[in-house]
């Protein structure tokens, strides 16, 4: 029996975890890197070291340098780049991909510069209908994930059919799908868990307890649905697993990124080191900045956020920055989620 090929761009820790889902569902995966040495190494070891210290790949998971080779013939084409090089890859990889394939990103960011969602910059690179493209998200740590351990994410698009046809994709007995029609929500829902991440971080990181993180995840969560919901959300997405269960998740597991930048600016570490030394993207950094722009085209009040961009970018202390949070003037805990 011929199999299908599905091609993933690029080769980081959670393009590589779902290229091994994609396999268990009878896929061949060629992902794509610009690390000659990493695809070496896929190819030829098996492992991705620089993400998985102790996972030995699936043999159908192959690697290549060469966008064509990548994206040609591929049913389902995967864009997991980071949300700072999705438009570059879209381009590179826009000329190659099949007419009907099934396009899908699971990216949590917005564009520097336009503040665009993802599923906007590949509809405008990829020359095709919005409508159609899918995002997956949800609270999935890749480095679960690629343990087969048990995980639950939702696939979002306007079009059902399509959705359904991603979540026949990726759902196994370890991971399951749910569809949702609301690519908004769950776009925002993922790209502004990250902040609140990074926030947890700085929590913990200050010795806080359980009472304040909490509230900050209560209260992010009412950040979250306020700027949703002037994008033109669905509110109850933010009930979902785009969007408490990813908060959760990403604000409580050693595994976050964004909670061990948090943790880091909290020991008084500058900004650029804990970047240097996270080694990866921690993007709940850029979209601080995007979602501070966003807050003020949308006139929303999103005093976390405000908080942390002067933490991040001004040389904020963490302290001075919980203070001035939890000093804010009396309001209405449901008119506040409420209201703009």
Same mark, same amino acid.
């Given at each position: 029996?011929?199999?299908?090929?599905?091609?993933?761009?690029?080769?980081?820790?959670?393009?590589?975890?779902?290229?091994?889902?994609?396999?268990?569902?009878?896929?061949?995966?060629?992902?794509?890197?610009? #690390?000659?040495?990493?695809?070496?190494?896929?190819?030829?070891?098996?492992?991705?070291?620089?993400?998985?210290?102790?996972?030995?790949?699936?043999?159908?998971?192959?690697?290549?340098?060469?966008?064509?080779?990548?994206?040609?013939?591929?049913?389902?084409?995967?864009?997991?780049?980071?949300?700072?090089?999705?438009?570059?890859?879209?381009?590179?990889?826009?000329?190659?991909?099949?007419?009907?394939?099934?396009?899908?990103?699971?990216?949590?960011?917005?564009?520097?510069?336009?503040?665009?969602?993802?599923?906007?910059?590949?509809?405008?690179?990829?020359?095709?209908?919005?409508?159609?493209?899918?995002?997956?998200?949800?609270?999935?740590?890749?480095?679960?994930?690629?343990?087969?351990?048990?995980?639950?994410?939702?696939?979002?698009?306007?079009?059902?059919?399509?959705?359904?046809?991603?979540?026949?994709?990726?759902?196994?007995?370890?991971?399951?799908?749910?569809?949702?029609?609301?690519?908004?929500?769950?776009?925002?829902?993922?790209?502004?868990?990250?902040?609140?991440?990074?926030?947890?971080?700085?929590?913990?990181?200050?010795?806080?307890?359980?009472?304040?993180?909490?509230?900050?995840?209560?209260?992010?969560?009412?950040?979250?649905?306020?700027?949703?919901?002037?994008?033109?959300? #669905?509110?109850?997405?933010?009930?979902?697993?785009?969007?408490?269960?990813?908060?959760?998740?990403?604000?409580?597991?050693?595994?976050?990124?964004?909670?061990?930048?948090?943790?880091?600016?909290?020991?008084?570490?500058?900004?650029?080191?804990?970047?240097?030394?996270?080694?990866?993207?921690?993007?709940?950094?850029?979209?601080?900045?995007?979602?501070?722009?966003?807050?003020?085209?949308? #006139?929303?009040?999103?005093?976390?956020?405000?908080?942390?961009?002067?933490?991040?970018?001004?040389?904020?202390?963490?302290?001075?920055?919980?203070?001035?949070?939890?000093?804010?003037?009396?309001?209405?805990?449901?008119?506040?989620?409420?209201?703009?």
């Amino acid at each position: 029996m011929t199999k299908r090929k599905a091609a993933v761009l690029v080769a980081g820790s959670w393009g590589t975890a779902l290229a091994t889902v994609l396999t268990d569902n009878g896929f061949e995966v060629m992902m794509w890197s610009r #690390n000659e040495e990493q695809v070496r190494e896929i190819n030829e070891d098996h492992t991705n070291h620089k993400f998985f210290t102790d996972v030995t790949l699936p043999h159908a998971i192959r690697a290549t340098t060469l966008m064509e080779d990548a994206v040609t013939g591929a049913e389902l084409v995967l864009f997991a780049a980071p949300s700072s090089a999705m438009r570059q890859v879209a381009q590179q990889a826009a000329p190659y991909i099949e007419q009907d394939a099934l396009c899908v990103h699971a990216t949590k960011g917005f564009e520097t510069g336009s503040l665009k969602r993802m599923t906007t910059v590949l509809a405008e690179e990829l020359k095709t209908d919005p409508m159609k493209l899918i995002v997956i998200s949800g609270p999935s740590h890749a480095e679960e994930v690629v343990k087969r351990q048990p995980t639950t994410v939702v696939v979002a698009s306007a079009c059902q059919q399509s959705a359904e046809l991603a979540q026949d994709a990726f759902i196994t007995p370890f991971f399951r799908v749910y569809t949702n029609p609301d690519v908004i929500g769950v776009e925002v829902a993922g790209a502004i868990k990250n902040i609140i991440a990074l926030g947890a971080g700085l929590s913990d990181g200050l010795g806080f307890g359980d009472n304040a993180k909490a509230a900050l995840l209560t209260r992010g969560l009412a950040e979250i649905t306020r700027l949703g919901i002037a994008m033109g959300a #669905n509110p109850p997405t933010f009930a979902g697993l785009a969007g408490v269960g990813d908060l959760v998740v990403t604000c409580t597991s050693k595994h976050s990124r964004n909670w061990r930048a948090g943790s880091m600016l909290a020991e008084g570490l500058p900004l650029d080191e804990v970047l240097e030394r996270m080694g990866m993207v921690v993007e709940g950094v850029r979209t601080t900045n995007a979602a501070r722009e966003l807050s003020s085209a949308y #006139n929303v009040v999103m005093p976390i956020t405000e908080q942390l961009f002067s933490v991040l970018f001004e040389g904020k202390p963490p302290r001075t920055a919980v203070e001035d949070l939890m000093g804010r003037g009396k309001t209405h805990e449901m008119e506040d989620i409420a209201a703009p």
